[in-house]
């Protein structure tokens, strides 16, 4: 059984620019949700896919948009980057049929923003 | 909004000393979630609670859930070096999005 798999894993970009950020969802798992966790805070929801529709957003503007595919896989974008964008990107996959919604974390993309 | 309130921030123990930490919800949760993250890691699920009152034993770690289903605690005995990290708890809210605590440090002294 595999775990969830992000890539990059530190990434460096400079405001404006825009970036995209990858997540393999556990094997068996049909549900993956991104969260942003800035230094010594708990992570916050960004958005929750389930097939290939998003189906939960968060408290963040329209420039944090993402995707699923139908493996399951998904991605995060990120337009327009500001300096407050810096954090760890957390991808969680999980099975919504089960009701319970436990989180099954990849290890974050790292984003800073110059 | 619905807010979920931890504390303390940090502890600090010396090694074989019990660690602590309790989480508060502003809403009354259906359930209620613990995770670990260690240093320069990423969340890992420890344990979910449902009924009201429950507790649930895992090793040395107890994890309640209150009688009211919007408090909780995690207790460590005699804390492990392999303890240290932080702790969060999390309650479903809207959307069905998780909502953390913003978690407590567990610190060793040396």
């Known amino acids: 059984e595999t775990g969830v798999t992000q890539s990059p894993t530190h990434l460096i970009k400079t405001r404006g620019q825009q970036v995209t950020l990858r997540c393999s969802s556990q094997s068996g798992h049909n549900t993956v949700s991104w969260y942003q966790q800035a230094l010594g805070q708990g992570p916050q929801f960004i958005f929750q896919y389930y097939r290939e529709e998003e189906n939960g957003r968060g408290n963040f503007p329209p420039r944090f948009s993402g995707l699923q595919f139908p493996n399951y896989s998904s991605e995060l974008n990120v337009n327009a980057l500001e300096l407050d964008d810096s954090a760890l990107y957390l991808c969680?996959?999980?099975?919504?049929?089960?009701?319970?919604?436990?989180?099954?974390f990849g290890a974050g993309s790292r984003l800073t923003v110059l | 909004g619905q807010q979920v309130m931890q504390i303390p921030q940090y502890q600090h123990v010396q090694e074989g000393e019990d660690f602590t930490t309790y989480c508060n919800s502003s809403?009354?949760?259906?359930?209620i979630q613990w995770y670990k993250q260690r240093p320069g890691g990423h969340p890992v699920f420890l344990i979910q609670?449902?009924?009201s009152g429950e507790v649930k034993k895992q090793k040395r770690l107890t994890f309640q859930f209150g009688e009211a289903k919007k408090n909780s605690s995690l207790h460590i005995t005699a804390t492990q070096t392999t303890d240290v990290g932080t702790y969060f708890c999390?309650?479903?809210?809207?959307?069905?999005?998780?909502?953390w605590g913003a978690g407590t440090k567990l610190i060793i002294k040396p």
């Open positions: 969680a996959s999980s099975i919504k049929s089960s009701g319970a919604n436990v989180l099954t």
């Open positions: 609670l449902v009924k």
């Open positions: 809403t009354t949760l259906s359930n």
């Open positions: 999390a309650g479903p809210g809207s959307n069905y999005q998780l909502i």
